[in-house]
């Protein structure tokens, strides 16, 4: 199924077959019986800090109801505040009875509670708690959050002179979206939604213990669990960026998603000081549904945790984890499955400490994923910097006569680093069975690989693979693979401890439990590929060949 370029899709009909009747013809209608169910109750109309028409409330900041059941132009909030040290909590938004919230650019979103562009103090501390928007049956040209927080604190006074604040904080916990029966959303979902901003100061933006789901309708951009930024956006500052985003869950069902799907997504930037990006223990799973790509615009991606960490001066230092998360897909199409997935960018003699550790992924039901799969995914890209990354413990489970166009890790890790590193790729297991079927790409338990002038050693241990069940393997099967490289020092890369088992099945390339490269142009390499076990039952194996253990040095 294609998408058009101009990302408009019409309304999908009814769960129930039923006619969808055109919003003014249902407003008519219903007018004839009751004129109170299309008030809008609950606030009152003001303008937001871009100055659009909004509807919600401004004095009461918790607890409020607002129920929009006739068409708006403009912004829907449960509550809204521009006012530091704010908490906007409890508060409840329900847009239904087939109606449009209208607009574009800054309009037409939909937010529980929202915290706005906090300035003017010598702190801030701005939260947006326990708030819920329930989308039934109708259309929101614009974005649907739960909790918002957006914190740019800089004050200028009327002489011209500017104040940056030390210490921010941003919160938006325990908020909940329901989209539901039909529902057409044209832009992103965040249960919740934390950003910060600073020239210099520390700062921590959370969006921890959310909840999205949608059922039987339409998203036409990503949807976010939590989602949270903090930015130290000047690279001599020396003050502390944190972005955590745990425990959130996304929930996909019979709908269409065209965009990527996260269960926590976390950013964190800073120059000389520490950056730290979390994303644990998030779940995101799809069920008869389509997460669609958009050529030029989005891939239609599927994450547990993601996390992005930048550090760029030689005090800087990037700490990075997306570990313990869930992805699961049950008959469903996806293009490429992570259960985290971890980027660094690192420069100037800065330091990395980045894991993507005990993910799941889970892949069923006929299931049909169109490039590749990663239990745990780490990429640093090191400029004068050094790194220890890992992604150990991972799994990815693929049954029920599921389907894989690309590549399949459970851990996968890649880096370069000028000042050295090490790198695990170490006791991740990855299980093909049922009958499914990788279509083109390799089988790996772990894969590390890394690149550098200077010492650097690898490791790809005690990973396991297992296919069995009639399954098809179209390319190469490897329990751990490890590949380095270094132009001046040592390199080490070891693959032992690895298992592989084939059983009733179909291999079209080779089969290796471990394999070792280390590659040196100046300096020098040693590789190892020991204690290595590949079992093969009742199997075809197509490839040149099946080898324990096998290494490479290079010069």
Do not use: C
């Not at 425990?247 to 964190?268: K, Q």
């Not at 550790?357 to 006929?366: A, G, Q």
């Amino acid at each position: 199924m294609s998408k058009a370029n101009s990302r408009k899709f019409p309304v999908p009909a009814r769960p129930n077959g039923s006619l969808l009747v055109p919003t003014w013809l249902s407003i008519a209608l219903l007018s004839a019986f009751s004129s109170s169910a299309l008030a809008n109750s609950g606030g009152i109309e003001f303008e937001d800090v871009h100055g659009t028409n909004s509807y919600g409330q401004t004095d009461s900041l918790t607890n409020n109801e607002i129920n929009i059941s006739d068409g708006f132009e403009g912004n829907v909030y449960g509550a809204y505040t521009k006012d530091n040290h704010q908490i906007v909590s409890g508060n409840t938004v329900t847009v239904s009875n087939i109606v449009n919230v209208t607009g574009n650019n800054y309009v037409g979103n939909v937010t529980g509670g929202a915290i706005y562009s906090a300035i003017g103090a010598d702190s801030v501390s701005a939260t947006a708690n326990n708030n819920l928007v329930t989308i039934l049956d109708s259309r929101v040209e614009g974005k649907v959050h739960g909790g918002y927080v957006d914190v740019y604190p800089k004050y200028y006074h009327d002489d011209g002179i500017e104040d940056v604040y030390a210490n921010v904080n941003a919160y938006a916990n325990k908020n909940t979206i329901v989209v539901s029966d039909g529902a057409v959303i044209t832009n992103y979902i965040y249960g919740g939604y934390a950003y910060i901003e600073v020239d210099s100061g520390n700062n921590s933006a959370q969006a921890n213990d959310n909840t999205v789901t949608v059922s039987h309708s339409t998203v036409e951009d990503y949807v976010h669990g939590g989602r949270a930024i903090g930015e130290n956006i000047t690279e001599s500052s020396d003050e502390n960026s944190t972005a955590i985003t745990n425990n959130n869950s996304v929930t996909i069902s019979s709908s269409e998603i065209y965009g990527n799907v996260y269960g926590g997504r976390a950013n964190a930037i800073t120059g000389k000081g520490h950056a730290i990006a979390v994303a644990n223990n998030n779940t995101a799973t799809v069920s008869s549904s389509y997460i669609y790509h958009v050529p030029d615009y989005v891939s239609g991606d599927v994450y547990g945790g993601r996390v992005e960490v930048e550090a760029h001066s030689g005090k800087g230092v990037a700490d990075a984890e997306a570990n313990n998360n869930i992805v699961t897909i049950l008959n469903s199409s996806v293009d490429d499955v992570y259960g985290s997935r971890v980027n660094a960018d690192v420069s100037e003699g800065a330091v990395a400490n980045l894991s993507a550790n005990e993910n799941t992924v889970v892949i069923s039901d006929k299931a049909n994923i169109f490039d590749n799969v990663y239990g745990g995914y780490v990429d640093a890209d090191v400029d004068y910097g050094n790194i220890t990354a890992q992604v150990n413990k991972n799994t990815v489970t693929i049954s029920n006569n599921s389907t894989v166009e690309g590549y399949v890790y459970g851990g996968y890790v890649g880096t370069g680093a000028n000042y050295g590193g090490i790198v695990y790729a170490n006791e991740n297991i990855v299980v093909v069975s049922d009958g499914s079927v990788i279509t083109n790409g390799d089988v790996s338990g772990g894969f590390a690989l890394q690149g550098s002038i200077e010492t650097v050693a690898n490791q790809a241990n005690k990973n396991t693979v297992i296919i069995s069940g009639l399954s098809v393997i179209g390319g190469d099967v490897r329990g751990g693979r490890s590949y380095v490289e270094t132009d001046g020092k040592e390199a080490f890369a070891e693959a032992n401890y690895n298992t592989v088992v084939i059983s009733h099945s179909t291999v079209g390339g080779d089969v290796t439990g471990g394999h070792a490269i280390a590659w040196f142009g100046t300096g020098t390499a040693t590789a190892y590929a020991n204690n290595n076990v590949v079992f093969i039952d009742s199997s075809t194996v197509t490839g040149d060949r099946i080898v324990g253990g096998t290494v490479r040095v290079d010069a």
